[in-house]
């Protein structure tokens, strides 16, 4: 028991010199939560919605008609969310004008025109661009960073169900749909607005609508659908992208394009040079749940390249739906079916986006740990202390509380832990006041450090 407890001491005189984890590190969780923007039901903020914004560092935040009531309240609704958010969120509406707009006259703005109208009847720069403009200011005005739009489909087919029958295209012709997008993407850029290009590889030729269940433009579709986002990124454009739920054989014969690698790490990425953001149109549609579970979807998604899965909902069978999409990847991680490096690259595209809009994000957060590290904070312990550990490598964990005759008063993890940074806050309730070490046994080495309990 002596030579034990002579070692633990060594060990943490050793360690008092090394470098501990600084606070405000993301944890592999909180990368994944960034990767993840929901949609809720009410007009103000529930209790559900306020823990992933704190506590799972949930990325972004999908606002539709019902829960936009009039400007004031709107304004209070995202300034809400963003005191809560451990990191800047992304803040989204669908403004597209016309028929998809959240923002109107039923709720103290004003109707605005379609897309078809300002492409096709109008067809001038003036008019797409005073729209635009209009519509900018009312997102800024009510702290909205990010507008799910232009419609950048061809309108191939008039009476395509989800988009030419409901007018949200420009034009039939291709450079027509790029002219009008980058005016009106230009004027939202000028308010600090990002932008996402909708609905890759293209929805206008489509003779279903994928809200409604499976959408086959294998034999509709043309490679000129892909003509405005050839324009628009030739031009710089790098904001995010919509996949949407697609299937065309000749892309992939087996998934949509929203789940399909071909699609967007090799056609969008690859073929087309792509290198921002990619965001799923929204994962509960009936294109995806008549045929996907919710575990299938997100393990496609993410190895498809998928930065940002959109969902219309924070909760999936009464639980967080942040909370079962980070519990979903990390288990596919630990299988060897998702590789973590794939987490980190989209955890870093988000983090540049964020880093360029409105200056919402100062510094991009760190990358995967080089090495094992421990610290705790306050320290003497309190209800409300914290443990945070630093793991570069997949391995088994054990982190435990000795008293200082070497006995093991508590156990807080034993667990095989992916490469991440993590915080744990500590229950101190059960231990009497005194000094006891807190070691983190790694397959490489044993770290300790001194804490003082004081009640």
């Known amino acids: ?84 958010a451990e990191t800047p969120p992304l803040i989204a509406i669908d403004q597209e004008g016309g028929r998809v707009a959240r923002l109107g006259a039923y709720n103290g703005f004003s109707s605005t025109p379609s897309a078809f109208q300002l492409g096709s009847t109008y067809n001038l720069e003036d008019s797409t661009r005073q729209t635009a403009a209009r519509m900018a200011g009312w997102l800024s005005t009510c702290g909205i960073n990010v507008n799910l739009a232009p419609v950048v489909d061809v309108n191939v087919n008039r009476q395509s169900p989800a988009i030419g029958a409901k007018d949200r295209s420009f034009s039939s012709d291709p450079m027509t749909v790029a002219r009008h997008a980058s005016w009106f993407i230009d004027e939202f850029h000028q308010r600090e607005i990002l932008m996402a290009l909708k609905h890759f590889p293209g929805h206008g030729s489509a003779e279903d609508d994928s809200h409604l269940g499976f959408t086959d433009i294998s034999q509709t579709w043309t490679s000129s659908e892909l003509t405005p ?121 988000i983090m540049a986006l964020k880093e360029r809009s409105n200056g919402v994000v100062k510094k991009i957060l760190p990358t995967t740990p080089d090495r094992y590290e421990l610290d705790v904070y306050p320290n003497p312990f309190n209800a409300q202390s914290f443990v945070s550990f630093a793991v570069p490598r997949f391995g088994r964990v054990k982190l435990s509380i000795y008293n200082l005759l070497g006995q093991k008063v508590s156990s807080l993890m034993d667990a095989n832990m992916i490469p991440g940074n993590y915080r744990q806050q500590i229950d101190a309730g059960n231990l009497a006041s005194g000094v006891y070490f807190i070691t983190l046994e790694t397959p490489e080495r044993l770290f300790s450090r001194l804490i003082t309990v004081v009640k």
């Open 1 to 84: 028991m002596k030579n034990q407890l002579i070692r633990i001491v060594c060990i943490f005189s050793f360690l008092f010199f090394i470098y501990n984890i600084a606070v405000g590190k993301p944890t592999f969780r909180e990368k994944i939560g960034q990767m993840v923007m929901i949609g809720f039901a009410g007009t103000t903020v529930p209790d559900s919605l306020a823990y992933d914004l704190n506590m799972r560092n949930l990325g972004g935040v999908l606002l539709f008609g019902s829960n936009c009531q009039n400007p004031t309240q709107i304004a209070d609704l995202t300034e809400s969310i963003k005191s809560l």
């Open 229 to 349: 986002y050839e324009e628009l990124f030739s031009q710089g454009f790098d904001d995010m992208v919509m996949v949407g739920h697609l299937f065309n054989s000749n892309i992939d014969s087996v998934y949509p394009a929203s789940l399909s690698r071909n699609a967007i790490s090799g056609l969008l990425r690859d073929s087309l040079g792509y290198g921002g953001v990619v965001i799923s149109d929204e994962l509960f549609m009936r294109a995806i749940t008549d045929t996907f579970s919710l575990k299938e979807t997100v393990t496609l998604a993410v190895n498809a390249g998928m930065d940002i899965l959109l969902f219309n909902t924070n909760l999936y069978d009464g639980r967080s739906l942040t909370a079962v999409v980070s519990d979903i990847i990390i288990e596919q991680i630990r299988d060897d079916v998702i590789d973590s490096a794939r987490i980190e690259e989209s955890f870093q595209r």
